[in-house]
């Protein structure tokens, strides 16, 4: 299916596997998935929310998660990690269905490629307690009007 994935799908798909490692997971979620694609300028546009914005968020949703169990990180941040260093990470059920749910996406678009826009497409679709889910809930988003202007962006 990889195959099938336009150039920007691809770099998404491996920025995610970057933004998993650097963030300490050892899997691919939909949440690094969507951080991924909203570091696309075009589909950040498209959202309404930059990838600076979704990281705040996502740091607050850990922190928050963090501190439900007693734990707090200070002033902990992240460190970036080299991206020339060759990484791998497992996708995680929720990732692996919004790689399946894209190509669905573009099945039914009749589209020749899985782009950037139905990796989106299929992270919309995913409902709580789904990490991407979570982080949409998060950010200023109201995710059927997104829904729709992603479906009719393409």
Wanted: net charge neutral; no cysteine; hydrophobic share 50%.
């Amino acid at each position: 299916m990889f195959e099938r994935f336009s150039r920007s799908a691809r770099a998404a798909v491996e920025d995610a596997v970057y933004e998993a490692v650097r963030r300490g997971d050892r899997r691919v979620g939909t949440d690094h998935l969507l951080l991924a694609l909203l570091a696309d300028e075009e589909l950040a546009k498209l959202v309404g929310v930059d990838a600076a914005a979704a990281q705040d968020a996502v740091d607050r949703l850990d922190r928050s998660a963090l501190a439900a169990v007693g734990v707090s990180l200070g002033e902990f941040q992240h460190t970036p990690v080299a991206r020339s260093a060759r990484h791998s990470a497992s996708m995680s059920a929720g990732a692996k269905s919004v790689l399946r749910r894209s190509l669905a996406a573009a099945v039914s678009e009749t589209a020749r490629a899985i782009t950037s826009r139905h990796l989106l497409l299929a992270l919309l679709e995913r409902d709580a307690p789904d990490p991407a889910a979570a982080l949409l809930a998060a950010l200023p988003v109201d995710r059927a009007t997104l829904r729709e202007r992603v479906a009719h962006a393409g």
